[in-house]
Each structure stands twice: as structure tokens, then as C-alpha cells.
């Protein structure tokens, strides 16, 4: 398996502090938003997702913000991790909740 | 559970040939998508299936890409003639409806067309 995108935005962040990843999604249809994360070497992983009826939603160490207003979206990891060091994708739903829209990533580097 | 899987991770072929991508579902899932990934234009849907059947194939670039679910546990991708702007990964994922439409995603086959 491998991971593409070399040039992407990066967030850099020292390890225990807490990370913030910000998306702009296009369709103000859009009523389903996932967040994926991306390993090197891996396909992306599903890590939490927030309908267009709810502002939060929380998981084990993260925190999806969703503000329809704006079509903005947010993912917060507490505590950042080495093992979080990966790109992370914004996906938003187009006709029903099997069509993505996938946003261009974030690369998350953890420093120790 | 395996996850998905996918073959070949690697493929290299030179430009005109055919190139066929496999994948395998999780067992029980109901939908079945193949996406491709490239640094231009990022992670795009193809086409997916629902219980073997192609819903949505307005992804796919041209003509020469073609996608087949013979059955449930198995699908295909298949490109020909292959082009080098074709490189890329290519992912095949799936997902349940009974699961949250949770889409699980394979490790991706890499082409490469010289």
C-alpha cells in the first residue's frame, strides 16, 4: 500500500500537545462529514464522523467540530501521539452516505 | 477478518498494455467502491457497486476504464489500453449499510505505466 502527497500543508507539533486540523468543505448539501487518517504506506483509516445535525461529536483522544455556517470542519487530537504522524482527510457525503467528496489532507508530524 | 484486500500491491507495465486490479471485500459487506489517489488530484471515487451492481460510475476517466463485481467477494478494475498518466494508487474499500456505511479501505495497488 502506499500514501501520495508530498506537497500537502503541514502541521507540526510537539508530542503531548494537543493538534488542531481544519477543513473548508464545499457543498452546503452535504450532510455527512468523515475524517480519515492516512499512514504511510497504508490506505486511509476511518476515524470519527459527525452528521449535519450535531456541532460536536467526541471519540477516544478526538474531537470533530462541525460548523455548517462557515462549511468549516475541525478534527482535534488531545495529546498528541508519535504513532498520530500520518495525513489526514476531510470527506463530506454527495447523494447519500456512500459518495465522498475527499479533501486534499493535512500532513500531521509529531515531534518527540 | 482479513479487511480488504487487493492485488497486485505493485504493478509496473508499459504504456498500451492491460492492466487488471483485484480486490476482495470484507466478508458481508454490500458495497464495494475503487478509488484512485495521485498528488494532482488527490483521492477520487471511480465507480462503486451495491450488492454486486455499479450505482454510480461517474467517476471513471474514460472508456478505457472498466469495473466488474462478478460476485460479492470479488472485483476488478481493469484499464486498456493503460496510459502513463494512469499512475497512480489505486484503493478498493467497502462498507455495510448495516455498519454505519463505514467505508474500509485495502492497502492500495500502485501503478506505474512507462
Known amino acids: 500500500g502506499e500514501s501520495v502527497g508530498l506537497h500537502l500543508p503541514t502541521l507540526s507539533v510537539q508530542e503531548g500537545d494537543n493538534s488542531i486540523i481544519n477543513c473548508a468543505y464545499s457543498?452546503?448539501?452535504?450532510?455527512?462529514f468523515i475524517w480519515y487518517k492516512q499512514e504511510s504506506g497504508k490506505g486511509p483509516q476511518f476515524i470519527i464522523d459527525?452528521?449535519?445535525?450535531?456541532d460536536k461529536r467526541q471519540g477516544q483522544r478526538v474531537t470533530v467540530l462541525l460548523n455548517k455556517t462557515v462549511k468549516h470542519l475541525s478534527l482535534q487530537i488531545a495529546a498528541t501521539q508519535p504513532g498520530d504522524s500520518a495525513v489526514y482527510f476531510c470527506?463530506?457525503?454527495?447523494?447519500?452516505?456512500?459518495?465522498?467528496?475527499f479533501g486534499a489532507g493535512t500532513r500531521l508530524a509529531v515531534h518527540p | 477478518d482479513a479487511g480488504v484486500i487487493q492485488s497486485p500491491r505493485h504493478e509496473v507495465t508499459e504504456m498500451g498494455q492491460e492492466v487488471t486490479l483485484r480486490c476482495k471485500p470484507i466478508?458481508?459487506?454490500?458495497?464495494l467502491f475503487w478509488y484512485r489517489q495521485t498528488m494532482m488530484r488527490g483521492l477520487e471515487l471511480l465507480i462503486y457497486?451495491?450488492?454486486?451492481?455499479?450505482?454510480?460510475d461517474s467517476g471513471m476517466p474514460e472508456d478505457r476504464f472498466s469495473a466488474k463485481m462478478p460476485n460479492a467477494s470479488f472485483s476488478t478494475l481493469k484499464i486498456q489500453p493503460s496510459e502513463p498518466r494512469d499512475s497512480a494508487v489505486y484503493f478498493c474499500?467497502?462498507?455495510?449499510?448495516?455498519?454505519?456505511?463505514?467505508?474500509?479501505f485495502g492497502p492500495g495497488t500502485r501503478l506505474t505505466v512507462t
Open positions: 474499500a467497502s462498507s455495510s449499510h448495516r455498519a454505519n456505511y463505514e467505508q474500509y
Open positions: 457543498n452546503s448539501a452535504s450532510d455527512y
Open positions: 459527525i452528521r449535519s445535525n450535531m
Open positions: 470527506a463530506e457525503n454527495i447523494g447519500g452516505y456512500n459518495k465522498l467528496i
Open positions: 466478508s458481508g459487506h454490500d458495497y
Open positions: 457497486f451495491n450488492n454486486n451492481v455499479p450505482i454510480d
